[in-house]
Nanobody, 127 residues
Framework: QLQLVEFGGGLTQPGGSLRLSCATS????????IGWFRQAPGKEREGVSC????????AYADSVKGRFTMSRDNAKNTVYLQMNSLKPEDTGVYYC????????????????????WGQGTQVTVSS
């Protein structure tokens, strides 16, 4: 069964940190790309970061570079998004998604590149 489940969201103050997890099942992440996306209230969903293990390519949106880090635990089939120095504008629902095509890179968009999505986890950054 192909499944993505995100967890780890919550409420934190500006400057705080959160680590999101995306538990995967049924995907061969040795070849597929996996990405993190977010959607703020009233805004379109946007790409945050992505990773393709086969090429070692990792990409980040300019707005999160230097603050967010994506990683993977092969044994647990889980991908993480470590978010530091959080800002109120980082608030939104965060989704992980898989691009089940073979390639050498990953993309932060368009969204239709990613055919499999989790249900999302809420992140709120507020004082």
């Amino acid at each position: 069964q192909l499944q993505l489940v995100e967890f780890g969201g919550g409420l934190t103050q500006p400057g705080g940190s959160l680590r999101l997890s995306c538990a995967t099942s049924g995907f061969n992440l040795d070849y597929y790309a996996i990405g993190w996306f977010r959607q703020a209230p009233g805004k379109e969903r946007e790409g945050v970061s992505c990773f393709r293990s086969s090429s070692g390519i990792t990409a980040y949106a300019d707005s999160v570079k230097g603050r967010f880090t994506m990683s993977r635990d092969n044994a647990k089939n889980t991908v993480y998004l470590q978010m530091n120095s959080l800002k109120p504008e980082d608030t939104g629902v965060y989704y992980c998604a898989v691009d089940a095509s073979y390639g050498s890179s990953c993309s932060l968009g368009p969204l239709y590149d990613y055919g499999y999505w989790g249900q999302g986890t809420q992140v709120t950054v507020s004082s």
